[in-house]
């Protein structure tokens, strides 16, 4: 009787452990976790028939339990069918399929109606050129020996003239790379918005 019930308090000490760890575990997840991590875990459910999009956004964030800024320019009609999603995907799918953009900072959400807005976006980079260049020499030339009895001659093609001769010709290869990065992104921010340079 004695070792079915040191069995028992055996069974519950190990239980209370689990139980004490598991409380340990979350309470370190939700002390290091970042706050978008945890929401993104949350799931659910969502369907909506021609809903006005700026009260689609403030019940979705609602439900979800986040912080919501909504531009009064928001208009328009939501329609969709939505299942075991993110706020974060529901928010995507917003702007890919209606347009609708939106920011994250803060713990606030924020959310733009369909057009062109001016953004600033730091860059840290040294303002600076780099240039790099490489010497390749190539000597090629001939070499003239002649006998003691002055009739006999030779050439023979020479990279290197060695006991004396007389380098008729030669070439140098110049490797040069240059990296000018404001220069680069002008042009692909010009390309990428369609500047035209005669205005």
Do not use: C
Not at 105 to 134: H, M, W
Not at 182 to 194: E, M, V, Y
């Amino acid at each position: 009787m004695k070792k079915i019930q040191q069995e028992i308090d055996e069974y519950k000490k190990s239980e209370k452990i689990k139980q004490e760890a598991n409380k340990k575990a979350s309470a370190i997840r939700k002390n290091y976790l970042k706050k978008e991590e945890i929401e993104d875990e949350y799931r659910f459910t969502i369907k909506t028939d021609r809903l006005p999009a700026d009260i689609f956004f403030v019940n979705l964030m609602t439900g979800a339990g986040n912080n919501i800024v909504v531009h009064p320019d928001v208009t328009g009609e939501i329609t969709l069918n939505l299942k075991s999603v993110t706020v974060k995907e529901v928010l995507n799918v917003m702007r890919e399929v209606y347009g609708f953009d939106y920011k994250y900072n803060n713990a606030i959400y924020t959310i733009f109606p369909k057009k062109l807005r001016t953004e600033i976006f730091p860059i840290n980079y040294i303002d600076v050129q780099r240039v790099g260049v490489s010497d390749t020499s190539v000597l090629t030339g001939n070499v003239e020996s002649s006998s003691q009895s002055g009739e006999q001659s030779s050439n023979q093609s020479a990279s290197l003239v060695e006991g004396g001769g007389v380098i008729n010709s030669g070439s140098r290869i110049q490797t040069r790379s240059e990296t000018n990065f404001w220069a680069s992104l002008n042009s692909a921010l010009s390309q990428l918005i369609g500047v035209n340079k005669k205005k």
